[in-house]
């Protein structure tokens, strides 16, 4: 009902209800008449509530049009209750020329007041801001209220704010409109930097005997459990409960140290040693120990006036981390304070955080340190014999939040939009960010579902964000949208103070009478107890100078492709509107070097959450989170395959399944203990790594694994149904069996073509296992025939992990009459075991026959031995060459190495590969790829053409390797 007033000011309204139309607008005669075309600030002022001379009262601004020009300021007194927001009445149209600065806050809105008295905010026009607006940031005057919190709120269709902002720490600033231009704004909360939030572990401070007390068990010796580079603390009592028990404080870094059987902290010693007078001397230290390699550490160890001696200890921690903004080295600063005293005099506890209050966590963006110089490493031994010493200790926990951020149910909801220190930005037509400079806040949000413009030179900073983008054209670019990393420290301190006192006696031996050479010289010898106050505070540092950012719902729009470059951490929820999705690489002197999708929340769904993918393309990274229901990478289904997935990059769960038309992994496949299992039309694995602690299942039409790194823990089972290859020249890996209770490799088609001379299989045997596999390859008798075509392997390596038979491999074959074809085939431990012309820990079927070019027991070669064994079904093919033994390995690899096997009488071998114009060519031989002999080298005189070397193998020599290294001119 409250469009009556905008049409009042704006329209005439088409007369019904005549009656209570006439009403409204007598009602509203008053607030017209009183309003104002514009309200204009031509000069500073500073406006004070309550009123306080020689300022005014605030003004009660009621206009269409605000426009600021000159300094503006509001400044609400403390002690009036909830000091309220400025806001204007009845403006449709806000301008801010120069600078804005209020104690409490502003909202820029459209407030109205209906006939009745009731204020209601509605969309204001425009909001333009090229100036300033400071709210609870400076102090104002003498009564600053407020000061760490503030408030700033737009509600308007358009707004352009190039301008800046600033809001103390634990404020809120909104922008909400269709269009909303943040180009080259600047946006801090808190100046740039939220201070950390620092929690004492929960465990050790509910109770009587929490944090501190008194250690009586004798078994903390000073003189030995401090000794550099060691610092061994006394044992504290833990437990919320009498008596509670007694251990090594909790969360130190402890090394187990001999002779003496300590468990010390490696530290680096401070101290300083103060004569009170002639009967105390304190002895003040400091170990600190850290275990963040950026971080570095100054020491100052204070004396406080009038009593000397009495000082704390700081602990300044330096960490370096690039700088989002500037992309240059900057530092940030930790400061941990030790008050000694207090420390053992029955400390308390913080009640919010539950931190001793001897100790003191805080954190800057700037150095505090006033010009005192940092106190030299340095030691002075202790006395030995074990000590009564009162303590306290601290396990803190460094949060990159000013307030915690777990949730107040177990409800599925955004707690972190309840924050306090949040900006919000929404624009639900428009947003640019382009060169924005946003940082300061616990959570950001970010808000455009149908045309976010861009953020090009932008730099965005926050731990928590919310993202919500899109377009309108179909094609949604994500790059440096967010710092992946924001300068907050994070991760645990841990301290321990102490105190005890030493007596000792002091003896002084003065003379009397005439001093030497006299003869009558008297000797009087005093003697008095000295105390010796003994101070010490170990602090270890895990706690990093930055955090990374993390994403509660990532909402990415756009129809055709969305393209991330930049790395999320994902809490709660995912959503990827679009075709294709890539995650790409990045330049150099990127913040990421790729992007990151890393789904950690429970309730993060790929599946769900990518219902119209049809091309994935990941050249970066792809986590999924390791627990839960989601922890499985579901890639297209059976009913809808993607058209593409091509990985260059990392994707990790705890198991995947894959349904694609054409499915290409030149990266790293990695699923934890779970299964992969793919179903596509063309598969090439070459280049790439798949790992997987279970089945490994793989059905294609064509398969191509050239250099391929494969491990199935449980099994392998691969169904080609018009090739499988490694295309040869190169070397490929297969590791299987070694968690399999059952299942080996398996080949249950042959496809028409296809071999695997040049990978290695190794299939193993765990104890007491009986591992079968199943091979469907022809048998076509003692014939190097059987190494074309046939799904030969290069490299066959059984390892029997257990005595046979209760470790046994059983090979059948996949129809009437099959054989495998291995190069060389290695028997390994148990594996290699004989018996009466048995191999006893295979078990050959009826139907199944292996055979071999060469066969070695634990190294020592069998090949003649073993042939005809297990009833006939181990068979020597003894004139095949295999490849494998001529494996090449290419330094600056021009092209792929080309090898060829050559027969009789040379049996040798063939290398050719492309070179460059008048490169030096130098070919290598080794028998163990360990130690390497030049075999020839030479230069190339005719451009672009192949290079070409035949070379026979060494008599005797099992395994001969080449090398070849092409070094352009």
């Not at 804005?100 to 509605?122: A, R, S």
């Not at 964000?465 to 949604?476: D, E, S």
């Not at 050239?706 to 590791?735: C, K, R, V």
Request: aromatic letters at 12%; one cysteine or more; a negative charge.
């Amino acid at each position: 009902m409250y469009a009556f007033k905008a049409l009042l000011r704006h329209a005439t309204r088409a007369m019904k209800w005549p009656l209570l139309v006439a009403l409204l607008c007598v009602a509203s005669v008053h607030r017209v008449a009183a309003q104002s075309e514009f309200y204009t600030n031509n000069a500073p002022n500073i406006y004070y509530a309550p009123y306080s001379p020689p300022y005014s009262l605030p003004p009660n601004i009621d206009a269409i049009n605000f426009i600021n020009l000159e300094p503006f300021t509001i400044n609400f007194a403390y002690g009036i209750g909830n000091p309220p927001y400025f806001e204007t009445f009845d403006t449709l149209n806000y301008t801010n020329k120069s600078t804005m600065t209020c104690n409490t806050g502003f909202l820029f809105d459209d407030q109205i007041t209906d006939p009745f008295g009731n204020t209601e905010h509605t969309t204001a026009s425009t909001f333009y801001n090229p100036g300033t607006v400071d709210c609870a940031f400076y102090s104002i005057g003498t009564n600053l209220a407020l000061a760490s919190t503030g408030y700033f709120g737009v509600m308007a269709t358009n707004i352009i704010n190039s301008g800046v902002v600033n809001l103390g720490v634990n404020g809120t600033l909104i922008f909400t409109g269709q269009v909303v231009n943040l180009d080259r704004s600047f946006l801090t909360i808190g100046a740039g930097q939220s201070a950390v939030q620092v929690v004492n572990d929960p465990s050790l401070w509910f109770g009587p005997e929490a944090g501190t007390g008194v250690d009586t068990n004798g078994e903390w010796d000073p003189g030995v459990d401090l000794a550099p580079p060691f610092a061994a603390p006394s044992w504290v009592r833990e437990g919320n409960f009498i008596p509670g028990f007694w251990q090594q404080p909790p969360g130190f870094t402890y090394f187990f140290i001999a002779p003496n059987g300590l468990f010390a902290v490696p530290t680096e010693p401070y101290y300083a040693a103060t004569v009170v007078n002639t009967n105390l001397t304190i002895y003040r230290y400091v170990f600190v120990a850290n275990t963040v390699p950026n971080v570095s550490w100054n020491v100052y160890i204070n004396n406080t006036p009038p009593v000397p001696g009495t000082g704390a200890a700081v602990v300044e921690f330096v960490g370096s981390y690039t700088n989002p903004a500037t992309d240059l080295l900057a530092n940030d600063y930790m400061y941990f304070r030790d008050d000694y005293l207090q420390g053992v005099s029955g400390p308390g506890f913080n009640p919010i955080t539950g931190v001793p209050n001897n100790f003191t966590i805080t954190t800057s963006p700037a150095s505090l340190n006033t010009g005192q110089a940092p106190a030299p490493p340095g030691f002075l031994p202790l006395p030995a014999g074990p000590v009564t010493n009162a303590y306290t200790f601290v396990n803190a926990q460094i949060y990159p939040t000013t307030v915690a951020t777990n949730a107040l149910s177990d409800e599925e909801s955004n707690y972190l939009a309840a924050m306090p220190g949040n900006i919000q930005v929404s624009g639900t037509s428009n947003l640019d960010l382009s060169y924005a400079q946003i940082s300061g806040a616990n959570y950001l949000s970010m808000q455009s579902p149908n045309q976010f413009d861009g953020n090009q030179g932008a730099s965005i900073a926050a731990p928590f964000l919310n993202i919500n983008l899109g377009v309108t054209n179909g094609n949604l670019t994500v790059s440096n949208l967010a710092a992946p990393l924001v300068p907050d420290w994070q991760g645990t301190l841990q301290a321990w103070n102490a105190r005890w006192l030493q007596l000792a006696t002091n003896i002084v031996i003065t003379t009397s009478n005439a001093p030497p050479p006299a003869t009558n010289i008297t000797y009087v010898t005093n003697s008095f107890t000295i105390t010796n106050d003994f101070r010490v505070v170990i602090v270890e540092n895990q706690a990093t100078p930055t955090s990374p950012s993390e994403v509660w719902d990532l909402f990415l729009h756009g129809t055709n492709s969305i393209v991330i470059s930049d790395s999320f951490n994902i809490m709660h929820g995912i959503y990827l509107d679009g075709q294709s999705l890539t995650v790409t690489t990045n330049a150099p002197g990127s913040p990421t070097p790729s992007g990151e999708l890393n789904m950690q929340g429970y309730s993060v769904d790929w599946s769900s959450g990518t219902p119209n993918l049809l091309y994935l393309t990941n050249d970066g990274s792809i986590f999924f989170t390791p627990f839960g229901p989601n922890s499985f990478g579901y890639f297209g289904s059976s009913s809808a395959p993607y058209v593409a997935l091509v990985n260059a990059g990392t994707i990790s769960d705890e198991g995947s399944s894959v349904w694609a038309d054409d499915f290409e992994n030149g990266g790293l496949f990695y699923n934890g203990v779970g299964n992969f299992s793919l179903q596509s039309e063309t598969a090439d694995l070459s280049r790439g790594s798949l790992v997987a602690g279970g089945d490994v299942t793989i059905s294609a039409g064509s398969i191509t694994a050239s250099n391929t790194f494969l491990e199935a823990d449980a099994s392998l089972t691969i169904y080609p149904t018009n090739s499988l290859t490694d295309q040869g020249g190169t070397n490929g890996t297969w590791i299987i069996g070694l968690n399999s209770i059952g299942n080996g490799f398996n080949l249950p088609i042959l496809p028409p073509s296809g071999d695997l001379l040049d990978t290695t299989i190794t299939l193993y045997a765990p104890d007491n296992k009986d591992v079968t596999s199943v091979w469907a390859g022809q048998d076509r008798g003692v014939s190097n025939s059987g190494y074309s075509n046939d799904e030969a392997i290069g490299h066959l390596i059984l390892d029997a992990l257990g005595t046979p038979p209760g470790t046994l491999f059983t090979f059948n074959g996949a129809s009437a009459n099959n054989a495998l074809y291995a190069g060389r085939l290695d028997l390994l431990d148990n594996a290699g075991d004989l018996a009466n012309g048995y191999v006893t820990a295979l078990d050959i079927a009826s139907n199944m026959v292996i055979y071999y070019a060469q066969a070695f027991i634990n190294g020592v070669d069998v090949s003649s031995k073993l042939d005809g064994y297990n009833g006939g079904h181990l068979r020597w093919v003894s004139s095949y060459t295999p490849l494998a033994l001529f494996r090449s390995l290419t330094v600056n690899p021009v092209a792929k190495v080309n090898v060829t096997p050559i027969g009789a009488p040379l049996n040798g071998v063939a290398l050719s590969w492309n070179t460059v114009p008048y490169a030096t060519n130098s070919v290598y031989c080794s028998t163990n790829l360990v130690s390497w002999q030049l075999f020839t080298n030479f230069v190339s005189t005719t451009p672009n053409a192949p290079a070409n070397l035949m070379l026979a193998r060494p008599a005797g020599v099992a395994n001969w390797f080449y090398r070849v290294v092409v070094t352009p001119p």
